[in-house]
């Protein structure tokens, strides 16, 4: 049974594999968070998953990108840009 905050699996994959590279876990985490739906919380997914597995592997890569996008300030938002 796959999460909804992991839909493909990617994220409980990337902690199986031993000896994966920070780089490795970044692309990842970028196809992960592009196969979310729209709508939904980014950052309460990565929490999420953070409780899932951070416990258990607290030195892993994915670990500390998680942790990074969890803690990392929301982008302001975009608007329409004034015309000069």
């Known amino acids: 049974?796959?999460?909804?905050?992991?839909?493909?699996?990617?994220?409980?994959?990337?902690?199986l594999i031993e000896g994966i590279s920070d780089g490795e876990c970044r692309s990842i985490l970028i196809d992960w968070a592009l196969s979310l739906p729209q709508d939904s919380d980014q950052r309460q997914a990565m929490q999420d998953?953070?409780?899932?597995?951070?416990?258990?592997?607290?030195?892993?890569?994915?670990t500390?990108?998680?942790t990074e996008g969890v803690n990392r300030p929301p982008a302001p938002p975009r608007g329409r840009r004034r015309r000069a």
């Open 49 to 62: 998953l953070l409780a899932q597995y951070a416990p258990t592997a607290p030195d892993h890569p994915m």
């Open 1 to 15: 049974m796959t999460p909804a905050n992991d839909p493909k699996g990617l994220i409980r994959e990337s902690y």
């Open 64 to 66: 500390a990108l998680l």
